[in-house]
């Protein structure tokens, strides 16, 4: 028997193509702009009884409370966007490593005090921290800056004295506590951290853009991740204080120990943004200014967001070990900080 022979297929299917060789249908997805279109619509649907849930005195007290963190914290969190940005895209990673000193245990402090006078949030500074490993900075004081620049900067501090009217020592103890986190996990770094545990960044964070481009890039990426965190704060502080019993947060506030960790645990959850952080804890009012500065002072070196950045840039080893770590100081540090300051 002789070979059977297909006929050439003459305008039928092609591969990955439809039958009449046109691009194949792609099913409609959900994309933002369609899923807000969806939930206006819905809005005006059921006006009558949304207007009636908001009536609520509930619901106004904790609208009152979203709208006041949101209208405060906005222009930080911009203002310290803009300059994270142009720091990360503008300033040569080089230059940091000209400027610190060559013992590693010199190099960690003036790297954390670098922090304070170069801006950065955590969305920055974690790509920044791994640029500066990658070209030669000894990783202790890269990961030294990696948690002062997002905990001391001048925007952070400024949010700071303005969520606190009249406090100003709120200020100095955020100042203080960031920085000596900061140092110790540096020093505790090169004591006993292994070069095996850290991976190191494979390429940079703006490679193949133009600075321009880069520069409005990142402004784009951490306004939209970090006012998202901030808009999932400010929803949180609210409904704390518009629909959780005043008893329950009574008695954890009360309690000086258990009021410091259930905040600490609550600035891991929420990972808001540190330009905006100071103005949700500032509604906290029911806890102490120590267990406050905990928040202030664990959110911005260590929340979910930063662990998963973490482990992305230098490897999950790298952050199962770092992580655990910098959040037991934090809490210590700022204990004790607090104790003393506040």
Not at 34 to 54: I, N, Y
Not at 101 to 115: E, I, K, R
Not at 144 to 151: H, I, N
Not at 270 to 288: G, N, P, R, W, Y
Request: charged fraction near 10%; aromatic fraction near 8%.
């Amino acid at each position: 028997m002789g070979s059977t022979k297909t006929a050439p297929r003459d305008g039928g299917e092609r591969a990955g193509g439809a039958p009449d060789g046109r691009a194949p249908h792609k099913a409609p997805r959900l994309d933002s702009p369609l899923l807000l279109t969806l939930l206006l619509l819905t809005a005006v649907m059921f006006q009558g009884p949304v207007r009636g849930v908001l009536a609520a005195p509930v619901m106004q007290s904790w609208t009152t409370v979203f709208v006041a963190v949101m209208v405060q914290a906005l222009p930080f969190l911009v203002l310290g966007v803009l300059l994270s940005a142009a720091i990360a895209v503008f300033v040569p990673a080089a230059f940091f490593a000209r400027a610190l000193p060559g013992h590693p245990v010199l190099a960690v402090p003036v790297a954390g005090a670098a922090g304070a006078v170069l801006p950065g949030c955590e969305c920055a500074s974690v790509p920044v921290a791994g640029a500066l490993v990658r070209r030669g900075v000894t990783p202790a004081a890269a990961l030294a800056f990696l948690l002062s620049a997002p905990a001391i900067n001048p925007v952070v501090l400024t949010a700071t004295a303005v969520a606190f009217p009249g406090e100003p020592e709120m200020v100095l103890a955020r100042f203080v506590a960031g920085l000596l986190v900061a140092c110790a996990m540096g020093w505790l770094w090169h004591r006993v951290g292994r070069a095996h545990w850290l991976r190191l960044p494979a390429r940079a964070s703006y490679e193949g853009q133009g600075k321009g481009a880069a520069f409005w890039g990142s402004v784009r990426h951490d306004v939209t991740h970090a006012g998202g965190f901030l808009v999932v704060g400010a929803m949180a502080a609210a409904t704390l204080k518009a629909v959780v019993p005043a008893h329950w947060l009574g008695a954890a506030a009360g309690h000086p120990v258990l009021s410091v960790l259930v905040l600490a645990a609550l600035a891991v959850l929420l990972s808001l943004c540190s330009e905006a952080d100071a103005f949700v804890a500032a509604s906290l009012t029911q806890f102490s200014l120590t267990a406050r500065l905990t928040f202030l002072v664990v959110g911005p070196v260590i929340d979910l967001k930063l662990f998963a950045m973490q482990a992305g840039t230098f490897g999950r080893a790298f952050a199962l070990r770092f992580a655990p770590a910098t959040l037991a100081l934090a809490v210590l540090v700022s204990a004790l900080t607090g104790t003393v300051l506040l």
